[in-house]
């Protein structure tokens, strides 16, 4: 979205996604079906604990960008772990497709973190979910990906909004970092025992996380 600014150039107006979150889930009914992404049991636990009341959550576990087997499946375990002990959501598992993210990695190995490369793998993500969304009749499709202070909101929900387009099903607008969400994963994450990493999973990340 853009506004006119005075000195004649377009500024881009930046959007409140808590705010629109809101006004989604105060029209929704109890037990709306939603297709949440989880990058890890951590990111969503504050997100689940928001929306456990209102929507019927299925959590889909899909992260091709880990790169490490080990750390995908310690990663993996963990997020099922915290759903069994907490309720909040049913599990939805996909294949731990790493030759996805190194196909749209491609060409951007020296991109920046949070940059063009990021983006894609954003992208990524977010069009799996969106596809499994549409063919087994989610009424929503989100991420926990905006928990993080790392990952740009205004991305993913340009990337979704965009999808939602595309396939047919509503994407749930939102900024979960935001009423202190990163905060109250960290609580969370405290109280559940949960393993949490220094880096998103990628090698780059990796990387430059040392």
């Not at 979205?1 to 377009?10: D, F, W």
């Not at 049991?41 to 490490?68: G, H, M, Q, W």
């Not at 940059?115 to 992208?123: D, F, P």
Request: hydrophobic share 30%; aromatic share 12%.
């Amino acid at each position: 979205m853009t506004i006119p600014c005075k000195n004649g150039y377009n500024e881009r107006m930046k959007v409140n996604y808590e705010l629109k979150m809101l006004e989604i889930l105060a029209g929704l009914e109890k037990g709306t079906k939603l297709l949440i992404h989880s990058c890890c049991a951590p990111c969503s636990s504050a997100c689940l604990e928001r929306l456990k009341d209102v929507f019927d959550v299925t959590v889909l576990y899909y992260n091709p960008n880990i790169d490490d087997e080990a750390e995908y499946l310690k990663r993996k375990a963990e997020q099922i772990r915290f759903l069994k002990e907490t309720g909040w959501a049913k599990t939805l598992d996909c294949e731990h497709d790493k030759f996805a993210f190194e196909k749209i990695a491609k060409g951007q190995e020296n991109e920046p973190e949070r940059g063009k490369r990021c983006y894609s793998c954003y992208e990524l993500r977010l069009k799996k979910t969106a596809q499994v969304a549409k063919e087994y009749g989610y009424e929503y499709f989100c991420t926990t990906l905006s928990l993080s202070p790392y990952k740009n909101a205004e991305w993913l929900n340009e990337i979704g909004g965009r999808l939602e387009q595309e396939y047919g099903v509503k994407y749930l607008y939102s900024d979960f970092k935001k009423k202190g969400g990163y905060h109250r994963s960290i609580e969370l994450s405290n109280e559940y025992g949960l393993y949490r990493q220094d880096f998103c999973g990628c090698k780059y990340s990796k990387r430059e996380s040392k």
